[in-house]
């Protein structure tokens, strides 16, 4: 999103999109810059960055009438993910990104991810939220 943010919100404010999903942001929490820009008149941007290197994260561009909430964020060992909570009137809507980097010794794709995912969705399916 860092060098594609005119592009982006060009395209959110002609598309008329309610809810935009992004994976592989490379904001940092610094970068609030880029935040405002990428931002149309009209919506609010909800991000969560890595902790700890450069490149992955995730962001939802999502009009400004929607209510949305964090449920959780973070890293598991294969993939990052954050789920949202999305409100208008009586409706809720679940978001949930996966961003699965690219393979290395740090972020092992195979067998790990099918096990770590199996287990998050798991914990998604049983959860009390609707």
Same mark, same amino acid.
């Not at 010794?105 to 939220?129: G, R």
């Given at each position: 999103?860092?060098?594609?943010? $005119?592009?982006?919100?060009?395209?959110?404010?002609?598309? /008329?999109?309610?809810?935009?999903?992004?994976?592989?942001?490379?904001?940092?929490?610094? *970068?609030?810059?880029?935040? $405002?820009?990428?931002?149309?008149?009209?919506?609010?941007?909800? *991000?969560?960055?890595?902790? *700890?290197?450069?490149? /992955?994260?995730?962001?939802?561009?999502?009009?400004?009438?929607?209510?949305?909430?964090?449920? *959780?964020?973070?890293?598991?060992?294969?993939?990052?993910?954050?789920?949202?909570?999305?409100?208008?009137?009586?409706?809720?809507?679940?978001?949930?990104?996966?961003?699965?980097?690219?393979?290395?010794?740090?972020?092992?794709?195979?067998?790990?991810?099918? $096990?770590?995912?199996?287990?998050?969705?798991?914990?998604?399916?049983?959860?009390?939220?609707?």
């Amino acid at each position: 999103m860092r060098n594609k943010s $005119a592009d982006l919100s060009s395209y959110v404010e002609s598309s /008329g999109t309610d809810i935009i999903a992004v994976t592989e942001t490379w904001l940092s929490k610094s *970068d609030d810059a880029y935040r $405002a820009e990428i931002t149309p008149p009209g919506y609010k941007l909800f *991000d969560h960055t890595r902790s *700890d290197r450069l490149g /992955g994260g995730t962001a939802l561009l999502i009009r400004e009438n929607l209510l949305v909430s964090r449920v *959780d964020a973070g890293e598991r060992t294969s993939f990052e993910f954050s789920h949202w909570m999305v409100k208008f009137q009586s409706r809720k809507l679940q978001i949930i990104m996966i961003y699965l980097p690219p393979y290395s010794s740090n972020h092992p794709v195979t067998s790990v991810f099918f $096990a770590d995912f199996s287990s998050f969705l798991e914990n998604i399916i049983m959860s009390s939220i609707p």
